[in-house]
């Protein structure tokens, strides 16, 4: 007769659960193997210039690797044999993550902004909201247009309605109607789409944010040469006065002396 064995006693206690067994043996690496971590007796081996070297033992493409100074590189583990190349990991690895970086930097997610108006909203919180509309068009993002209607305003499902159509309208050369205004509850949405794709908005600012850190760098060598240019202006003005004094003193002086002897012949 079979004897039971409670769940909770000492000998279930002992045994390793299934989550502590399968997180024993840690991560995954997903990076690929190289020289003496791959453990095929034979694969095909493609060269450092990417030629067609062949089906070659293991211990033959690694000699190959330490003859040419390089690393021996599975690139292929599911084929049969597995592909590996000759080629330096460490030198791989930098233009991979530089690579990776460069595509993460050029990389654009759309974003959805919204914005909240009332039917009887004020004209100048109108302007207000409607140059933020400007700003996330010209972004590249697209924007939720949400009307909020309270109390009787639901009865008046119209002036939201105008109220869509003259934002679109002013807007126009920025952006274009994505979604059509609908009804949604207490709610009127309609979605504005930009012309202008996201990828080229974020290469525009780029291009604003250099020529303005060009121009910041550039102001300072004109105001050091304006001083320069000045001191000579300011040397030559201290000049003017003294020989303009020396001209008009000598014909005065000649005068004064002049008039006795005249009077006195």
Do not use: W
């Not at 595509?103 to 997610?109: C, E, I, T």
């Not at 902004?113 to 109108?126: F, N, V, W």
Request: glycine content about 6%; overall charge neutral; hydrophobic content about 40%.
């Amino acid at each position: 007769m079979k004897s039971c064995v409670a769940v909770n006693s000492p000998m279930f206690a002992r045994l390793p659960s299934a989550a502590a067994r399968c997180n024993r043996g840690g991560s995954i690496s997903t990076e690929p193997r190289i020289n003496d971590r791959i453990r095929v007796p034979e694969v095909r081996l493609v060269g450092p210039s990417g030629e067609q070297v062949g089906i070659v033992p293991l211990a033959k493409a690694l000699e190959l690797a330490q003859e040419y100074d390089l690393d021996l590189v599975e690139v292929a583990a599911t084929a049969r044999p597995p592909v590996c190349k000759l080629m330096d990991y460490g030198k791989f690895k930098y233009e991979s993550a530089l690579k990776a970086r460069e595509a993460r930097k050029n990389q654009a997610h759309t974003v959805i902004k919204e914005m909240k108006l009332r039917p009887k909203i004020d004209p100048h919180d109108y302007d207000t909201k409607k140059g933020h509309v400007v700003r996330f068009l010209k972004q590249g993002d697209k924007v939720k247009i949400t009307i909020m209607f309270r109390g009787r305003e639901q009865s008046r499902p119209e002036l939201g309605f105008r109220l869509l159509q003259r934002l679109a309208s002013d807007v126009e050369e920025l952006g274009f109607i994505e979604s059509n205004p609908k009804q949604d509850g207490r709610n009127m949405i309609m979605v504005l789409g930009p012309h202008k794709k996201k990828t080229e908005a974020m290469a525009e600012a780029r291009e604003a944010a250099a020529a303005r850190k060009a121009d910041r760098q550039g102001r300072p060598a004109e105001d050091d040469e304006a001083p320069a240019a000045a001191e000579p202006a300011e040397s030559a003005a201290a000049a003017a006065p003294e020989a303009a004094e020396e001209t008009v003193d000598a014909p005065v002086g000649d005068e004064v002396s002049d008039a006795p002897e005249a009077a006195a012949s």
